[in-house]
């Protein structure tokens, strides 16, 4: 008698076909037949197996699969730093521009520290020129003698709304780079704030970036870990409906 089919529930998105036959033959003894819709191919627990899965999925070995995998990564990797190199530039264009903008704002002692918020406004605001020509007016009200505390911390609102490690940073840039600005730190960045957020810092950094820690090295991830990480990246966005056979390829997958 025929076990009762039952669907395999996946509940975390990132996978491959890799995972999804393991997990299913990991059900094969069950009481159930689980079932997965692989990119509209039927896999059920009770009978599938790895090269067989890829034969009805990709048409190929898995092997075949893999090689193809490597070629698509190395087309991936090209892109991105396509992408990156047009990033840079246009990165480059953009702060020789506000550079050119604040001469007769900042001194010229004073531009290590613009450029360092530059850089913190470019993370917030990436693709905001806007926003960082209105941080070059800032700076010139803050060193003005229509200086109004009350008007510097509304205008001081549009650049951000709380405070946080990355806005703290800005703050000391601010406080370095104008008259008045001080006073705007007084308020915004007490020293009880400062010692919170320097905290923070050190608490993320020793959780975060472990192989600083003495003894510690975090090891070199191998070419068929990389391979296996770009795969289920790509598997998670064909499964999340960007088809391998439409023309949507996020991110310069290799997609279509």
Known sequence: MAKPKMPYILFWPETNLDIIVKSLQSMKNDQYNYYFDFLGHNLESDTVTLEDAYLEVYGMSREEYRKKLKESYEAYKNHLSEQFRIHREENELRKQKIHDIAKGVIPEDKMPIFEEAYEILCI????????????????????????????????????????????YDLLRCIKELSVHGSELYDILADEESVKRVKETIQTYQIAHNLDTLPGFKLPEPTEDELLTSYDIKRTTYALLGYSLSQNKDPEGMGLK
Do not use: D, G, M, W
């Open 124 to 167: 917030r605001h990436p693709l905001s020129e806007t926003i960082q020509l209105e941080f070059v007016e800032f700076i010139k009200y803050l060193n003005s003698s229509e200086f109004s505390l009350q008007e510097a911390l509304a205008k001081y609102k549009r650049f951000i709304p709380r405070l946080t490690i990355s806005n």
